[in-house]
């Protein structure tokens, strides 16, 4: 696997330049960077990197953008402009009703969406996605087939059709879930995720549909 490329700079202003340049994420707190890298990602830093399996270039404080840049460009075994691709897995698991298990998110515009999230470095697709349902809702699934791929920009979920097998109901939250339920997906709640309704057409059509949005 390729190691990721952690860019430090210590100016903040060249740091938060190069993190939109070269779309990664721009990290101050050492733990945060640790996490990123362990999975694979690489990013530019205002905190040290070391101990941390990855490449690292140092801008010297008096160095100015294009500088950086140069800099970043002249060591030829390193790829800066490729991007860092994340992937999600998610899971469609209906009970008897028909009904689709969603979960509140407890961030942002706070939607009912499936519950799922990212994928780890050395971990499985099929995998993933049980263990997210079994963190965000308790419950234990396992994974019947893909119902679709889609994706944004280097954003890319994969999204399976799940049978419920056991667990109990999660009644604890926290920062990510808010609420579980189970709902009718022609009939969804208030604030819901719009991938619900395409994912529901495009499940009753049969096919495995890979569609990628700007």
């Not at 140069?70 to 030829?76: D, R, V």
């Amino acid at each position: 696997m390729r190691r990721p490329l952690v860019v430090i700079a210590r100016n903040a202003e060249v740091a938060g330049a190069l993190g939109s340049d070269l779309r990664y994420p721009v990290l101050e707190d050492p733990v945060h960077l640790e996490v990123l890298v362990v999975q694979g990602f690489s990013c530019v830093a205002v905190c040290s990197a070391d101990g941390l399996d990855c490449e690292i270039v140092e801008i010297p404080e008096d160095l100015d953008l294009g500088g950086a840049h140069q800099l970043i460009a002249s060591n030829p075994t390193l790829d800066p402009l490729k991007l860092n691709a994340d992937v999600g897995t998610f899971a469609w698991t209906t009970n008897e009703d028909g009904e689709v298990l969603l979960v509140r998110q407890a961030y942002g515009h706070q939607v009912w969406a499936l519950p799922g999230g990212e994928l780890l470095v050395a971990e499985t697709p099929d995998v993933a996605v049980a263990r997210e349902v079994r963190e965000e809702t308790g419950y234990d699934v396992t994974v019947d087939r893909v119902v679709a791929l889609y994706g944004r920009q280097q954003h890319i979920g994969i999204y399976f059709a799940c049978t419920l097998t056991g667990g109990t109901e999660r009644t604890d939250f926290d920062t990510e879930v808010a609420e579980i339920g189970w709902f009718d997906p022609a009939d969804p709640p208030q604030r819901t995720s719009p991938v619900i309704g395409l994912l529901r057409g495009d499940i009753a059509s049969g096919s495995v549909p890979a569609r990628f949005f700007g």
